[in-house]
């Protein structure tokens, strides 16, 4: 399955989506075609080249909001590392854990969740940080990049033509 690209109007990228959604869009008339792979798409009235990468032809706003709060997206943004020792785990091994805990009005957001091994979570129980004497590695914000973007580009080759628009907002995992 060819995977398009989809950058707003600011050639920013948004997310990566399947060729049907792209040319759903493109027939909406909502992107414009950036860039195009070779491989063409034969229907019965038209001959298309696939695209690779779209843009929007409006302004999503708040394009950070489009980072869903998930749990993959957690650990991507955390690098698969738990934020109290430090170490890197397989997902299955990690979960995430509430800074301020819930049970202390402590919300379930980007500035309050970390990921943490099961292990740490265990330890640090219904206590802050400070009280369970854990340090952070890194205090927990709201991604200003995709992080399931970073994801499938860590996991797949980058079709060449992505190339010029990724160096925006995200890091390319060697
Ligand atoms: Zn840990």
Same mark, same amino acid.
């Given at each position: 399955m060819e995977q398009v690209l989809l950058l707003n109007i600011t050639y920013e990228p948004l997310k990566i989506i399947n060729w049907k959604k792209a040319l759903n869009l493109f027939f909406l008339?909502?992107?414009? @075609?950036?860039?195009?792979?070779?491989?063409?798409?034969?229907?019965? *009235?038209? #001959? +298309? %080249? +696939?695209?690779?990468? @779209?843009?929007? +032809? %409006?302004?999503?706003?708040?394009? /950070? /909001?489009? @980072?869903?709060? *998930?749990?993959?997206?957690?650990?991507?943004?955390?690098?698969?590392? $738990?934020q109290y020792c430090g170490n890197k785990f397989q997902p299955e091994e990690l979960t995430y854990d509430h800074v301020?805990?819930? *049970?202390?009005?402590?919300?379930?957001?980007?500035? /309050?969740? #970390? &990921? $943490?091994?099961?292990? $740490? /979570?265990r330890k640090k129980g219904g206590r802050t940080p400070p009280e369970a004497a854990m340090r952070m590695i890194r205090k927990p914000t709201?991604? &200003? =990049?995709?992080?399931? +973007?970073?994801? &499938?580009?860590?996991?797949?080759? #980058?079709?060449? &033509? =992505?190339r010029d628009y990724l160096y925006w907002n995200v890091e390319l995992l060697e």
């Open positions: 008339g909502k992107v414009e @075609v950036i860039e195009e792979y070779d491989k063409e798409i034969h229907a019965v *009235s038209f #001959v +298309l %080249k +696939l695209p690779s990468v @779209v843009r929007l +032809l %409006k302004m999503v706003r708040k394009p /950070n /909001n489009l @980072v869903k709060f *998930s749990r993959q997206n957690i650990y991507a943004r955390d690098r698969y590392q $738990c301020m805990p819930k *049970s202390r009005g402590g919300r379930t957001e980007w500035e /309050n969740i #970390v &990921t $943490c091994c099961v292990d $740490c /979570n709201r991604p &200003t =990049w995709i992080p399931a +973007l970073k994801i &499938t580009i860590g996991f797949q080759r #980058v079709p060449e &033509t =992505w």
